[in-house]
Each structure stands twice: as C-alpha cells, then as structure tokens.
C-alpha cells in the first residue's frame, strides 16, 4: 500500500464522521428515495443519464463512504458491492444498512488494487469517490480489469483547471494560475488528504490504452442562485463561469 493510500485512510477515518454530518442533507435522501444526483451541484442522474437503468446489473461503487449511491442503486433494482479504504466510512455503511433494510457487500480495500475477479461488473462507479484519491495510473487499469466487456465505467472528480488554481495550503478556486498544469499527479491538499488528478491528455491516453472508449465528459455548470450566500455564492459564481467538476462516461470496447 502506497504512502498516499495509507495517509488517506488515516485521513478519512478522522473526518468520516464530520463528512457524514455535513454532507447528510445532500446526500442522505437519495438513499431512501433513489433520486441520485452528481456531483458538487447536483445535477439530477434523471436529467443527465449517465449510468441509465441499471435494474439487475452488477456495479461497484469505488469509495462508497457512507454509501449513500449504492443504496439507492439497490432501490432501483441494482446488485451493487460498496469499497472504501476507511473503516469509519464503512461503518456509516452499515448504519445505513440498517437504518434502510437493504443490504449489499461491503468490502474494505483500495481501489488500487481491488479483491475482484476480472469482468465481474456492468458498471464501475464513483461520485467524487476514490478516483479523487487513487492513483489514476494504478485505479484506472483496475477499474478496465474487472469490467465486463462493454461495461461501463463512470465517474466525477474536481477539474485539472480548478486544481491549478488554488493557491498552494488553499482550499479553493481562484482567477489565475497558480500551480503547473503539466505537473499535475498526486498532492496533499490544505486539509491533508492526497488528491489525485491528471492533465486532460494524460486522463484521455490512460482511458485508450485501458481499452476504455471516452462516451462523454460533462463539464458541470450550476444555475445561477441568488439565494447562495458568503462561500456558497463564491463557488456558484466561479463555477458559472469555469469548469470545476468532471463527469467522465466511459465504455470498455477493447481488452
Ligand atoms: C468524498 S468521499 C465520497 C464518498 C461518496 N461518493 C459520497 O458521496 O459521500 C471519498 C471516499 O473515497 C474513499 N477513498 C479514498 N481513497 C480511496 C481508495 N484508494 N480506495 C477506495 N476508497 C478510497 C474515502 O475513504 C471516502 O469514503
């Protein structure tokens, strides 16, 4: 296990439950209602169509947390399979386990190097999950491994443009650049969790030569809300005018 991947998991298990308190009203409903919504804004799964029907399909969700998504793929008819690297994340799992009748494998590893036979799943997901996190150059190749072949392979992570932005033991965007682009790979964010990120290219030479074949990247860009105040306001105003998240739909076509 990598340095990074250690120093996650240390990370992760600390802030868990501070996460899960704070991100409870975004995304603790749709586990009960199964109305799944992407990223940093929001956007309806309805509205976008990223992972469709996904009722008898095999999903893995790559750093599930609290698991959130993959309970409410369940609802929807899925047979989903939860990892994250923090027990803590884990456990707020099994809460909701309990808390919602419906239950799933839940396994604790990184998505580095994953306990699955090759071509076990239809799909392999995250929200801001551990693609954020993983090194791409290791959780790629893995992801393509164990994907049926023309499954698909999805996912949302902060924007190559928005990281060289923030300004070096910041934590958020800002109107210049100030990091390298070209040396974007893993580094340790304000709060101490190691990010992952890559250059456009280098995301989209990775995907070819994993056999997976780029369907569509969503640049989100959130409506404009008057009613957004202090932070809030800052990073819809940035947001309407620059990419902050990606959303990458990926096909296994080759290997
Ligand atoms: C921002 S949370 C997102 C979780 C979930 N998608 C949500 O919306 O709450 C990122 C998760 O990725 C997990 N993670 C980080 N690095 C990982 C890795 N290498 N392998 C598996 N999970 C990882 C963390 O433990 C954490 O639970």
Same mark, same amino acid.
């Given at each position: 296990?990598?340095?990074?991947?250690?120093?996650?998991?240390?990370?992760?298990?600390?802030?868990?439950?501070?996460? $899960?308190?704070?991100?409870?009203?975004?995304?603790?409903? $749709?586990?009960?209602?199964?109305?799944?919504?992407?990223?940093?804004?929001?956007?309806?799964?309805?509205?976008?169509?990223?992972?469709?029907?996904?009722?008898?399909?095999?999903?893995?969700?790559?750093?599930?947390?609290?698991? $959130?998504?993959?309970?409410?793929?369940?609802?929807?008819?899925?047979?989903?399979?939860?990892?994250?690297?923090?027990?803590?994340?884990?456990?707020?799992?099994?809460?909701? $386990?309990?808390?919602?009748?419906? =239950?799933?494998?839940?396994?604790?590893?990184?998505?580095?190097?994953?306990?699955?036979?090759?071509?076990?799943?239809?799909?392999?997901?995250?929200?801001?999950?551990?693609?954020?996190?993983?090194?791409?150059?290791?959780?790629?190749?893995?992801?393509?491994?164990?994907?049926?072949?023309?499954?698909?392979?999805?996912?949302?992570?902060?924007?190559?443009?928005?990281?060289?932005?923030?300004?070096?033991?910041?934590?958020?965007?800002?109107?210049?650049?100030?990091?390298?682009?070209?040396?974007?790979?893993?580094? =340790?964010?304000?709060?101490?969790?190691?990010?992952?990120?890559?250059?456009?290219?280098?995301?989209?030479?990775?995907?070819?030569?994993?056999?997976?074949?780029?369907?569509?990247?969503?640049?989100?860009?959130?409506?404009?809300?008057?009613?957004?105040?202090?932070?809030?306001?800052?990073?819809?105003?940035?947001?309407?005018?620059?990419?902050?998240?990606?959303?990458?739909?990926?096909?296994?076509?080759?290997?």
């Amino acid at each position: 296990m990598g340095v990074h991947v250690r120093t996650n998991r240390e990370r992760w298990n600390e802030i868990s439950d501070d996460y $899960q308190r704070f991100n409870a009203p975004r995304i603790r409903g $749709q586990a009960f209602t199964g109305a799944i919504a992407w990223g940093l804004w929001e956007l309806p799964e309805s509205e976008l169509n990223i992972l469709g029907d996904v009722a008898g399909l095999d999903v893995l969700e790559m750093g599930c947390g609290g698991s $959130q998504w993959s309970t409410a793929l369940a609802r929807r008819g899925a047979n989903p399979v939860g990892i994250d690297l923090s027990e803590r994340q884990l456990l707020h799992s099994r809460r909701l $386990q309990r808390e919602t009748g419906l =239950t799933f494998p839940l396994v604790q590893g990184s998505a580095e190097s994953v306990p699955f036979a090759d071509r076990s799943f239809h799909i392999v997901f995250a929200d801001h999950g551990a693609f954020s996190f993983a090194d791409p150059r290791r959780a790629i190749p893995e992801s393509a491994r164990i994907l049926r072949p023309g499954g698909l392979l999805a996912f949302s992570h902060i924007s190559p443009l928005y990281e060289i932005t923030v300004e070096p033991g910041g934590d958020r965007a800002g109107r210049r650049l100030v990091r390298d682009y070209f040396g974007l790979r893993m580094f =340790t964010d304000a709060d101490g969790l190691v990010s992952a990120n890559l250059p456009y290219g280098e995301w989209i030479g990775l995907f070819r030569s994993c056999g997976l074949t780029v369907e569509d990247l969503i640049e989100t860009r959130p409506k404009a809300d008057p009613n957004l105040t202090g932070r809030q306001r800052s990073d819809n105003s940035w947001a309407r005018r620059w990419p902050s998240e990606c959303i990458w739909r990926l096909r296994k076509t080759s290997g």
